[in-house]
């Protein structure tokens, strides 16, 4: 299922990586509270690689059952209040470009424009955070993300927020990065608030001659 979720130039690309995505999903069915739901978990998979600009890592999906929906940090429109870490990043996008909100924390336009919002891990358990850290979703991802490396390059820029996140840049030596604390609520205080995340990436993307992306959500 998983595999097949991808899309096919993913398949192609982590041809090589199929068998450790059976055995994960192998692994994580077996939870019957597993978040998000099995068909959404590969969402982040389903454009081409070619068209990834921008990369956007998260840690783990939101544990808070009726959140996490395969896009990192995302939520779906009717979901209410906001996670605090998305609310931060709403508060940053509002200070750093003047975009205004209007559906909440789904974050599907900025996905459609080559915004690859990927989590470290691609599943958890519902109500409990990191449950799955041990399921061999890191490899997964490190994969992708070598994958990212090669194809993209200079062309990608790579959003990296908090120390997890920040250590992957051994794994994005061509890439563009922008990084800063996490704008988790215990951390967004002391780096996140003011980094201007956006529009140094949109700058980034210009750079390269790619146009950049249009962050109202």
């Not at 790579?158 to 922008?178: F, M, P, S, Y």
């Amino acid at each position: 299922m998983f595999f097949e979720q991808m899309h096919p130039s993913w398949q192609e690309a982590l041809a090589g990586q199929r068998d450790l995505l059976a055995e994960i999903e192998a692994n994580v069915s077996t939870d019957a509270a597993v978040a998000p739901a099995l068909p959404l978990v590969m969402r982040a998979f389903e454009q081409p690689v070619d068209s990834v600009r921008v990369l956007l890592v998260g840690q783990d999906p939101y544990p808070t059952p009726g959140h996490a929906i395969g896009l990192s940090f995302a939520v779906s429109p009717e979901v209410g209040p906001l996670p605090r870490s998305l609310q931060n990043m709403m508060r940053e996008l509002c200070d750093d470009l003047g975009k205004e909100v209007s559906n909440g924390g789904d974050l599907q336009r900025w996905s459609n424009q080559g915004v690859m919002l990927l989590n470290r891990h691609l599943t958890t358990s519902s109500g409990t955070s990191a449950a799955h850290f041990d399921a061999g979703w890191g490899r997964f991802t490190d994969a992708a993300i070598k994958v990212l490396n090669r194809a993209r390059g200079r062309k990608l820029v790579a959003i990296l927020w908090g120390n997890e996140a920040i250590a992957l840049q051994r794994l994005l030596t061509d890439v563009q990065v922008v990084s800063s604390a996490h704008p988790s609520p215990l951390s967004a205080r002391r780096g996140f608030f003011g980094s201007k995340p956006f529009s140094k990436t949109n700058d980034a993307l210009v750079f390269v001659g790619e146009q950049p992306i249009d962050w109202s959500c």
